[in-house]
C-alpha cells in the first residue's frame, strides 16, 4: 500500500520517515517530495509497504500524531492521476 505522509517538518529526512513508520512492519520504500529547483522538502512524502494490514495499523496509529513538533497527516495515497480527485481549473 502507498500512503501519503504530509505536514512534516523540511528538516524530517527519509531516514526519519523510516524510523517512523518501520515499528509497523516492513517498508518497500520511503521518499519525501522536494522542490525541483530548490532542492528543499515540499513537507510530504510516501511510504510504500507490501503489507496492507501493516499500512493501515501505521495509518490509524500515526495519523494526527507528532513528528518532530508537527502533527502529520498519515492516510492511503491516492493514485496520482484519478480524474475523479483532481480539482476543476478555472
Known sequence: MNIYVGNLPYSVTEADLREAFSGFGE??????????????????????MP???????????LNESDLQG??????????????SERRPRY
Open 70 to 83: 508537527r502533527n502529520i497527516k498519515v492516510n492511503q495515497a491516492k493514485p496520482k492521476g484519478d480524474p
Open 27 to 48: 517498508i518497500s520504500n520511503a521518499s519525501l517530495i522536494s522542490d525541483k529547483f530548490s532542492g528543499k522538502s515540499k513537507g510530504f512524502g510516501f511510504i510504500e
Open 51 to 61: 503489507n496492507d494490514e501493516e499500512a493501515n495499523a501505521a495509518i490509524q496509529a
